[in-house]
């Protein structure tokens, strides 16, 4: 069964940073392309970027908001996907989930971890 | 980018229902377009790809149709489980945008 449970969700101010980890388990995590999906409060989904594989030459891509500005890395010996975010604004505050990335969608989903960025 | 809405935003139905969501694109995007499911305080639940295959497990009384710019996901005999808000997705081209969403609430 395919398990995708993330972490280090939290209280951050505006310009602060934050590091979300996946760990993911129940499929070869090394094959897979991710990405990290994003839903603020009461408002719909919103794709925040995505990793291929190392296989697939590992690169990563973002969506407008967020380029420049957030970083998605992966460690394929600890089955685990990054999100390290800097210079966090107010907006970025949502439920960020991580997912497999299949073609284009979004086939698994972890339960997601809450980012608050206020002063 | 692409927009995608949805129509309606809510939707008041009984169990038993039929049901039918859609998601109109703002450019072709062929068949590349996926449904999911959400229920309050959940992830997303991913049902349908290439506008109408069914992902492994979703029920069959769950089915999308549409190419180009127009889909639509129906539900036959809405049963309990199934109130929930419904979002759209087209994958053929980044960013992969998401519909609005459709809330199903029971009437």
């Known amino acids: 069964e395919v398990q995708l449970v993330e972490s280090g969700g939290g209280l951050v101010k505006p310009g602060g940073s934050l590091r979300l980890s996946c760990g993911a388990s129940?499929?070869?995590?090394?094959?897979?392309?991710m990405s990290w999906v994003r839903q603020a409060p009461g408002k719909g989904l919103e794709w925040v970027g995505r990793?291929?594989?190392?296989?697939?030459?590992?690169?990563?891509l973002y969506a407008a908001p967020v380029k420049g500005r957030f970083t998605i890395s992966r460690d394929d010996s600890e089955n685990t996907l990054y999100l390290q975010m800097n210079s966090l604004k107010t907006e970025d505050t949502a439920v960020y989930y991580c997912?497999?990335?299949?073609?284009?969608?979004?086939?698994?989903w972890g339960q997601g971890t809450l980012v608050t960025v206020s002063s | 980018d692409i927009q995608m809405t949805q129509s309606p935003s809510t939707l008041s139905a009984s169990v038993g229902d039929r049901v039918t969501i859609t998601c109109r694109a703002s450019?072709?995007?062929?068949?590349?377009l996926a449904w999911y499911q959400q229920k309050p305080g959940k992830a997303p639940k991913f049902l349908i790809y290439k506008a109408s295959s069914l992902e492994s497990g979703v029920p069959s009384r769950f089915s999308g149709s549409g190419s180009g710019t127009e889909f639509t996901l129906t539900i036959n005999s809405l049963q309990p489980d199934d109130f929930a808000t419904y979002y759209c997705q087209q994958y053929t081209s980044y960013p992969g945008t998401f519909g609005q969403g459709t809330k199903v609430e029971i009437k």
């Open positions: 450019q072709s995007i062929s068949s590349w």
């Open positions: 997912t497999t990335h299949r073609t284009g969608y979004f086939q698994h």
């Open positions: 129940g499929f070869t995590f090394s094959n897979a392309w």
């Open positions: 990793i291929k594989s190392k296989s697939d030459d590992g690169t990563t």
